[in-house]
């Protein structure tokens, strides 16, 4: 929705400024006689029809401000996955607030301060508690609601609320599914710009841009559909066994649509760097993921741009949401006492190539205490739960206090239901990259599954709805069946490596590792944060000669990763002095 995106409301004096993409307002009606124009003031006036419910009725992408004369009351707030984040600071005498944690530094740049925003960064998951608060956050589904007094972080929607979803018919769930998913894409399609939409060989994305080129093909539009490519037949050896050639299974989906413009981006050389910079400088925060994921995003989102691509959708939260992979469904089984059903399950399960130990921790994991289920889901063979603590090499002296304080991470629970799986998720802060997008390639960036009304339905569904007949992830392989989709697509069950290029970049961008490694030693605030002689020994044992195993992912890739990105925010933090993106309130007011 262009323009308005600040507005100041004649009658009462309500001022509210948001940097939004608002896609339906259930519900919602302004005041008679006063109708809204642009996102700004359908915010205004949804506040002064419901007041504190007022951000309930309101679907998409947003944070904002709002500042209420009436009672001096400052509303900042944030969507209900935290996509687009809002930060602030309070001291004695003054509040500062932005989109972009830089404007907060350099509006406070004492060298205390300044430790303790850096401690906050190493866990998005909460504020830093210590002392008078540097930054917070506001988190994901929340509002923070601000006097002269104090400040109350008020929850306005929590996925563990949402009702249950029962149907008679195991149809009935994919056909509500199916109805949902198009008028999420639907109304996230733009009207005028023209549309592309990220497509891999998985379940997520083509759930994505299949029922996009529908709805548009009913208009004679088309859809451009971008797929990275790993071609390098040295993978094949790497990762023999595993999901890594996701194009061809992607090409034979995109060709069952007419009005689909299948587009390959080949990622075999892209630079170990491209993205990460431009990512620090359109996001504002530091990237938590591979080296190579933001390489290979860097190399889509350009060939979106140079093919004049305005709005991307993406499959974001698909995990989370129509596409769980439907383990809770064991667990759910035996609190049941639902035995025969159960072994029926596991045999299932095992005919379609499960591991026994795999199932085993989806069975049993969940009805243990939290602190005992990371140590066994390793044990069982599961997939290691990393928290930031884990990834990001710190400092030899902060380890002790990362271990006992939760701002350096905290273990997500093995999930035991629907409602826990979407818990997780708006436990997390959006990594910001509907910014990285708008500011580097001015795409907007939009996905569906994060729709407060696929959220809700998927946290209400019952755990086998999502695995049955031994096969997990089963809603969405339903839907995906009803789109036409190849059966190599469909019931491809092999384990994905989505960047299988991590290791040849890494070991082709070598000395530049070394020489951003001299540059974190030569910074006094990175080599007192960082263990910069790990993160040098990691290099050093990058592996030079393929089979590359997962662990070498996590220890190497992931590890390696997280303490370079963290390195890089931190000589970007301070060299910076980046204006804020929404201005104090005292402008506002």
């Known amino acids: ?47 002064l029809a419901f007041g504190a419910e007022f951000l309930s009725r309101i679907v998409g992408d947003f944070c904002g401000v709002l500042w209420d004369p009436r009672n001096r009351r400052l509303l900042l707030f944030t969507d209900r996955i935290g996509s687009r984040g809002v930060f602030f600071r309070r001291t004695a005498d003054r509040l500062t607030f932005s989109t972009d944690l830089r404007h907060l530094t350099a509006a406070h740049s004492g060298k205390a301060e300044f430790d303790l925003l850096l401690e906050w960064v190493l866990d ?13 956050w506001v988190p994901s589904g929340h509002a923070a609601i601000i006097d002269s007094a104090s400040v109350t972080m008020r929850r306005y929607w929590n996925p563990a609320d949402a009702p249950d979803v029962r149907y008679r018919k195991s149809e009935d769930y994919v056909d509500a599914a199916e109805a ?8 996230r399609l733009p009207r005028r710009r023209a549309a592309g939409c990220d497509l891999s060989g998985g379940l ?114 698909g995990n989370e949401t129509v596409s769980q992979d439907g383990a809770s469904a064991l667990s759910w089984l035996l609190r049941r006492g639902r035995a025969v059903a159960l072994a029926q399950s596991w045999m299932a399960l095992r005919r379609n190539g499960r591991p026994t130990r795999n199932i085993a921790a989806a069975t049993f994991v969940p009805l243990l205490p939290t602190r005992l289920q990371r140590p066994l889901v390793n044990w069982f063979g599961g997939t290691p739960q990393n928290t930031m603590r884990d990834l990001i090499p710190l400092a030899p002296n902060l380890r002790p206090a990362a271990a006992r304080s939760s701002r ?58 999502f695995c049955s007949d031994g096969e997990y992830r089963h809603l969405a ?50 080599s007192r944060l960082l263990d ?34 963290l390195g890089r925010f931190i000589l970007r933090l301070e060299g910076s002095n980046a204006g804020p993106v929404l201005k104090d309130v005292e402008e506002l007011a």
């Open 1 to 47: 929705m262009p323009g308005g995106f600040f507005h100041r409301h004649a009658g009462t004096g309500i001022v509210c400024a948001v940097d939004a993409r608002i896609d339906a307002t259930p519900g919602l009606s302004g005041p008679s006689g006063d109708a809204p124009h642009g996102p700004a003031a359908i915010f205004a006036h949804a506040y």
């Open 124 to 136: 998005p998951f909460q504020a830093a508690t210590a002392g008078a608060s540097v930054c917070e």
């Open 180 to 187: 949902l998913l198009e008028e999420a894409v639907r109304c």
């Open 204 to 317: 997520d994305s083509p759930l994505i841009a299949g029922t996009a080129a529908k709805l548009l093909a009913r208009s004679g539009r088309t859809l451009t559909a971008f797929t990275a490519t790993h071609t390098d037949p040295e993978y094949a050896k790497t990762w023999r066994g595993h999901y890594w050639d996701e194009h061809r299974a992607a090409a034979e989906f995109a060709a069952r649509f007419p009005n689909v413009e299948h587009v390959q981006v080949s990622t075999d050389a892209p630079g170990l760097f491209d993205g990460t910079e431009s990512f620090l400088a359109g996001a504002g925060q530091a990237p938590r993921a591979l080296m190579s994921s933001w390489a290979t995003r860097h190399a889509v989102a350009t060939e979106a741009r140079q093919r004049r691509i305005g709005v991307l959708l993406a499959g974001i939260c």
């Open 408 to 465: 350096f991470g905290r273990s997500t629970p093995y999930c035991s239901s629907p409602r826990q799986t979407l818990e997780a998720l708006t436990q997390l802060s959006g990594t910001n990259m509907h910014a990285w997008y708008r500011h580097s390639f001015d795409i907007d960036l939009r996905s569906p599954f994060t729709d407060s009304r696929i959220m809700e339905f998927c946290a209400g569904l019952p755990p086998d709805q």
């Open 477 to 526: 392989r339903r839907l995906l069946r009803r789109l036409g989709a190849p059966d190599a697509l469909v019931n491809e069950t092999r384990r994905g490596i989505q960047y299988a290029n991590w290791h040849s970049a890494m070991m082709r961008e070598r000395p530049a590792l070394y020489r951003m490694i001299d540059d974190l030693e030569n910074n006094a605030t990175a």
């Open 532 to 565: 910069l002689a790990e993160m040098r020994r990691l290099v050093d044992g990058l592996p030079a000669a393929n089979p590359v195993s997962r662990s070498d992912l996590t220890r190497c890739g992931l590890r390696l990763s997280a303490g370079l990105g």
